[in-house]
């Protein structure tokens, strides 16, 4: 099992957010951080980043990509051309499928504190699909999946790539099978035996067991079968 630990990391950024980014896949990013781990699947970007007291990215587009934006604390008030005026609270998730269309958005802090916002970048088995927007709510001591599935679904975007996200408190416990990227936003945890802390990215070719210590939020990247 590899890690990749916060600490590791050089402080990057850029408007009124700072971030570190734990993937940044070389099929995407020719010249990213040397430390930072490749996806798995059409995973290829993972950052975790403290919006400023009212921080914002600036409006930016984006094509033939899917973001999604998990709320670790604090809120984002999301404007763009995809659900402009929706707001993201602890614990939701957002996720915007650009497709051939495309999207532009900006992300805010609203409030007067720094904030915590993990966003990942998961390329479209297809090209061509429509632009979409899904939000999820907290997910309480269960891995509940946002992202990945096949067509015949609507719950979430089609993708052989999946992502689950759970909330978990002392003793709860979660599993994942088969090759496995899973990111601790807050917390800490037991997984496969060895403790975790928060904003710590494991990369495990052979599955996850998972038992939070106290109050915890893990993200789970996976192949969907």
Known sequence: ????TFDELPLGGFAGLTEKRFVTDRRVFNAGNSKAFDGLGNFVYL???NFQPHGETRMHPHREIDVISVMVAGKISHQGSLEHGQSLDTG?????RAGAEGFSH?????DDKENQLIQLWVLPDEHGESAGYKVYPPSHGKLTKIYGGNKQQQATFYSKTALAVGQFSQGETASQ???VMAYLTKGS????SEKINARTLIHSDNGIEFTAENDAQLI???HET
């Open 92 to 96: 939701y998730t957002q996720v915007q």
């Open 189 to 192: 945890a037991i997984i496969n």
């Open 106 to 110: 900006n992300e805010i802090n609203p």
């Open 177 to 179: 099978s088969g090759e």
């Open 220 to 222: 789970v990247i996976y």
């Open 1 to 4: 099992m590899k890690k990749l």
């Open 47 to 49: 950052a975790d980043a």
